[in-house]
């Protein structure tokens, strides 16, 4: 079956008492047994639960994943998928990742001893270069954030397996109806649900997938030892967001390529980065890697800091929060508000400037949200 389908139908069965076709919020902390030990399969809901694991069925399947685990947000999944790791590893990570992925590495799981490297893998060859002996896994993100850069997950993937690494992606911006990752190579996926797989800005949650028995068995002793699940309620807002999600992504992707189209001609926007665009660095591997661009854009206003505040003031249908991946248009200053948690002189080094502001293109009338960017640019 094609995506769009099994986004609705896979690993979604009637439930079984009254046959409703949704699945139930089991919202329930412990299970009745029979007698100690004649249980159902079900003993206590850290551990199983039904809507949870409705979720994950889905999620592995559109990943091409044998197993998925839900988690309580994407970083919950990142904290537990570090914890494969011990003292004295070392991870190599693309250098722009998410704002609270540098701060959950840097800040505390390096403060348990596992020591990381940030590169720009835009150059395969860079990988390389930052290799240690006790070098153990490469953490990607693709397109990253802020700065929509491009990695090449199966050549990346080639490289590291030949050092026997255990490559990591983070999917969140491209989600799985546009790339997925473990078909070009990479072991395992995370993902904040929070973002365009719930969709509709109402919920935070996570997910890591893999294809390999080891790393999944030891991923669900770690969840359930760490305890860091996603209620029931949580669970079924993200299944009810999965069944939408290939129609979303495709008006997210035909909006924003319009967007971009229209913020390259402005005169007061000095560069777009967009993947979609030809002149993006990364162009030609997004379009070999991804089924399209996705529904984010960073741009540089011209006028540094003030005028990036009035315009981020001044426009009205996008919204300025942080976040991004759901039904409405959203506007933020990377700087001042996602990145903030990164040291000024890193962001300085990165090009997370003043001027620089990311936009999460929603799914309304392409025209107002053009309308929106223009009257806000004119002032
Ligand atoms: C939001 C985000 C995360 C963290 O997810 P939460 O659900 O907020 O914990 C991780 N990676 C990326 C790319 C994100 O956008």
């Not at 100690?36 to 559109?62: F, K, V, W």
């Not at 000095?270 to 660095?281: D, S």
């Not at 080094?349 to 936009?359: A, F, T, Y």
């Amino acid at each position: 079956m094609r995506i769009a389908t099994r986004a609705i139908h896979a690993g979604q069965h009637p439930e079984a008492i009254t046959g409703a076709i949704m699945t139930p919020v089991f919202q329930t902390s412990t299970y009745v047994q029979h007698g100690p030990g004649e249980h159902t399969g079900y003993e206590y809901s850290r551990t199983q639960n039904p809507t949870r694991e409705a979720l994950e069925r889905n999620i592995a399947d559109l990943e091409s994943a044998s197993h998925a685990f839900a988690f309580a947000s994407g970083c919950a999944a990142a904290a537990t998928v570090m914890h494969l790791f011990k003292a004295g590893d070392h991870i190599v990570c693309n250098d722009d990742v998410y704002g609270g992925t540098h701060r959950l590495f840097t800040q505390v799981m390096a403060t348990h001893g596992l020591e990381f490297t940030f590169v720009d893998l835009g150059d395969v060859n860079a990988l390389e270069g930052a290799l240690r002996p006790n070098t153990k896994a490469l953490w990607l993100e693709t397109p990253s954030n802020p700065l929509l850069k491009i990695i090449d997950l199966k050549a990346l993937s080639t490289k590291a397996h030949a050092h026997e690494l255990v490559v990591i992606c983070d999917n969140t911006f491209a989600t799985p109806i546009l790339q997925r990752p473990l078909e070009l190579g990479c072991d395992i996926v995370v993902h904040s649900t929070t973002k365009y797989m719930g969709g509709h800005s109402d919920v935070i949650g996570g997910a890591a997938c893999t294809n390999n028995d080891t790393h999944a068995k030891r991923l669900g002793f770690l969840r359930n030892s760490l305890g860091n699940v996603p209620g029931p309620w949580d669970a079924w807002l993200v299944l009810r967001g999965m069944k939408t999600l290939p129609l979303r992504m495709k008006a997210h992707c035909e909006n924003a390529s319009r967007i971009a189209a229209y913020l390259v001609e402005h005169k007061r926007i000095e560069r777009v980065m967009y993947p979609g665009l030809k002149t993006h660095p990364g162009h030609a591997i997004a379009a070999s890697q991804m089924s399209a661009f996705g529904g984010m854009i960073t741009f540089i206003l011209e006028g540094g800091l003030p005028q990036a505040e009035r315009f981020l003031k001044s426009v009205k249908i996008f919204a300025l929060a942080e976040s991004l991946g759901g039904v409405e248009s959203l506007i933020e200053h990377p700087a001042l508000m996602t990145h903030a948690s990164i040291p000024a002189h890193i962001r300085a080094q990165l090009g997370i400037n003043d001027g620089l502001i990311r936009i999460s293109v929603g799914i309304e009338d392409v025209n107002d949200l053009l309308e929106d960017l223009d009257q806000a640019l004119s002032i």
